[in-house]
């Protein structure tokens, strides 16, 4: 009769353990950023008030003072054709095939903070804070007016 005998092997110290849950929490955060950023970047909204432009929905969200909006120099742009105002770098922020938010560097060499999604409607705002606030909305003129309308003595 042929016995066999088993040598269970040494169990791994915890140290292996460890290294697994660090990873697997790191995956985990990393996921759970992923799906707040595929979450925010259909929720960012632009509010318009006596306090300024509010921007909400992401990491990049603040509230510009109406005094800090260059309200004189904001226009209606087309990105596909205004190569000078075409994001180049990013510099802090996302940017996706058809999303575009945080920080870039523009074609000439000025900073932006944008949040572009359709480049052919775009409200480009220059602030006196030394950057250029670029927003795709459905109607650019009328977040300009309406940012003019707040801003009317």
Do not use: C
């Not at 990491?59 to 000078?84: C, M, Q």
């Not at 606030?133 to 459905?138: D, E, K, R, T, W």
């Amino acid at each position: 009769m042929n016995a066999s005998t088993v040598f269970p092997m040494i169990p791994a110290a915890s140290k292996s353990l460890w290294f697994f849950a660090i990873i697997s929490l790191v995956l985990v955060g990393v996921l759970v950023l992923m799906v707040w950023l595929a979450w925010s970047m259909q929720h960012v909204r632009f509010t318009v008030s006596s306090e300024g432009l509010r921007l909400q929905g992401d990491l990049y969200g603040r509230l510009i003072p109406l005094k800090s909006l260059k309200l004189d120099e904001a226009v209606v742009t087309n990105l596909n054709t205004d190569k000078e105002h075409q994001p180049k770098w990013r510099t802090m922020g996302t940017g996706l095939p058809g999303y575009a938010a945080g920080w870039f560097k523009l074609h000439n060499g000025t900073k932006a903070l944008l949040y572009v999604t359709d480049r052919t409607h775009v409200a480009r705002i220059p602030t006196t804070e030394g950057y250029t606030v670029m927003l795709s909305v459905a109607e650019p003129r009328a977040l300009i007016d309406a940012l003019k309308l707040q801003n009317a003595p």
